[in-house]
Structure formats: structure tokens, C-alpha cells
Nanobody
């Protein structure tokens, strides 16, 4: 099971930290990816990592502003989001899979958490 949390309302330029908690041994074999979907838009890759943090990647729109990290002791993947912009507003979801940036390669998903960036 994957559990995403940490969303909320933040002003432009602010920060939020999302968390994706994984329970069960199945997920140790998969990468964890964060995706987001805004109303009327396709799901977009945000960031992904292996549990060993060996393979980390970011979507072009968030490079330099977002940081993905792993807390192995808690089986949790964090997404630190800084310098947030209104266009970052979306429902953020975490998935587990063997792929990189394509959501179709992630068979397991947690529920989404809403992030709203607005003044």
C-alpha cells in the first residue's frame, strides 16, 4: 500500500514537503515516482527514485526546485517542493513501478494529495 500526504495551500514562492509511505515488502523491488495531474491536463512525471537513491530523475518543469529523497528506515519517499509556482497546482500521486517517467510503467498507486499554489 502507498500512502501520500503533505499537500495543502501555499503562496507562490513557498514550500511544501510531500511524503509517500510504502507498506509491505513488495515495494522494495520498485522505483517510487511522483506524478501530478492538473484539471484538464495529462498526468505529468515530477520525480522518481530507487530505494537506494541510485537512480534519481526529475521532470523538466521542476528541476532545481524540487528534491526527492528516501527515508529507508520509515519506507518513505519525500518530495521537497521549493519556489512553488501557481502552475504547480495539481493533485500529486506516488506510484511504484519499474519505469522512469511514464505513468503506464507504474502498476501500484496511492491516493493523491492536493497541492494548491495561490495568493
Amino acid at each position: 500500500q502507498l500512502q501520500a500526504s503533505g499537500g495543502g495551500l501555499v503562496q507562490p514562492g513557498g514550500s511544501l514537503r510531500l511524503s509517500c509511505a510504502a507498506s509491505g515488502p513488495t515495494f522494495s523491488r520498485y522505483r517510487i515516482g511522483w506524478f501530478r495531474q492538473a484539471p484538464g491536463k495529462e498526468r505529468e512525471f515530477v520525480a522518481g527514485t530507487s530505494w537506494t537513491s541510485t537512480f534519481i530523475s526529475y521532470g523538466d518543469s521542476v528541476k532545481g526546485r524540487f528534491t526527492i529523497s528516501v527515508d529507508s528506515a520509515k519506507n518513505t519517499v519525500h518530495l521537497q517542493m521549493d519556489s512553488l509556482k501557481p502552475e504547480d497546482t495539481a493533485v500529486y500521486s506516488c506510484g511504484a513501478g519499474t519505469g522512469t517517467s511514464r505513468s503506464s510503467e507504474y502498476p501500484y498507486w496511492g491516493q493523491g494529495t492536493q497541492v494548491t499554489v495561490s495568493s
